[in-house]
């Protein structure tokens, strides 16, 4: 079983549509968990951290449940600007960041 | 604020090249890491640094790959003998705390 797993898509929406993406990690020993973006043939950059008490950020909802291991990411009224790969990224006490696939999301106008 | 810098942007070798890519962190970031990201793939770890000591190397191939970082600050990472399935982006990203990485914008080695 992959440490973190992340459904590939595409997740290819319409604008202002609502979308979600999951992640499941398998080392319950995790400590932090984030999302990061990625655009096309860029570097990856911290979107937002994750907490069990959820976390906004604008349009942007992260949430954890370290009881299922699982992590989602929720964007709402979606902008073209937000197609990229979102990145599920989860650190262990004194490792580096452990990185998903990625899920791909095309937003259309 | 300077990002993390790396070069060169691009490299095409044939198969048992040898290649070295460079990076030089944000200043003052005492972590430095190099990952490979294969096509589809999410980056993944081959080493980490603190400061001029190794922190994990555990997913290098170190019979082809090595790293250093003398001083502290710039590393060089470089593949002897390269193979096909090294190709891919070899990102380095620094950091001042585990929170955060900021990533540069990669090396992308392809091997013929």
């Known amino acids: 079983r992959k440490e973190v797993?992340?459904?590939p898509g595409p997740f290819n929406v319409p604008e202002g549509a609502t979308v979600a993406f999951n992640c499941t990690y398998s080392n319950s020993a995790s400590q932090s968990f984030f999302w990061y973006r990625q655009d096309c043939r860029k570097e990856p950059k911290l979107l937002m951290s994750v907490y069990s008490s959820g976390n906004e950020d604008g349009r942007f909802t992260a949430q954890l449940n370290r009881a299922s291991q699982y992590i989602s990411l929720l964007i709402r009224d979606s902008k073209l600007s937000d197609s990229a790969?979102?990145?599920c990224v989860v650190i262990m006490a004194g490792t580096a960041l452990i990185f998903g696939k990625g899920t791909t999301l095309s937003v259309s106008s | 604020e300077a990002g993390v810098a790396q070069s060169p942007r691009y490299k095409i070798i044939e198969k048992r090249q040898s290649v070295a890519f460079?990076?030089?962190p944000i200043s003052g970031h005492a972590t430095l890491?190099?990952?490979q990201q294969i096509l589809g793939q999410g980056p993944k770890l081959l080493i980490?640094?603190?400061n001029n000591g190794v922190v994990d190397d555990s997913q290098l191939p170190k019979d082809r790959f090595s790293a250093e970082r003398l001083k502290g600050v710039d590393s060089t990472l470089k593949i002897q003998p390269a193979k096909l399935e090294d190709s891919?982006?070899?990102l380095?990203?620094?950091?001042?705390t585990p929170v955060e990485q900021f990533f540069g914008?990669?090396?992308?080695l392809t091997v013929l």
């Open chain 2, 33 to 35: 890491y190099w990952y």
């Open chain 2, 88 to 90: 891919a982006v070899y």
């Open chain 2, 48 to 50: 980490q640094f603190q």
């Open chain 2, 105 to 108: 914008p990669g090396t992308r």
């Open chain 2, 92 to 96: 380095c990203a620094s950091s001042a």
């Open chain 1, 85 to 87: 790969t979102y990145l």
């Open chain 2, 22 to 24: 460079w990076c030089n």
């Open chain 1, 5 to 7: 797993e992340q459904d």
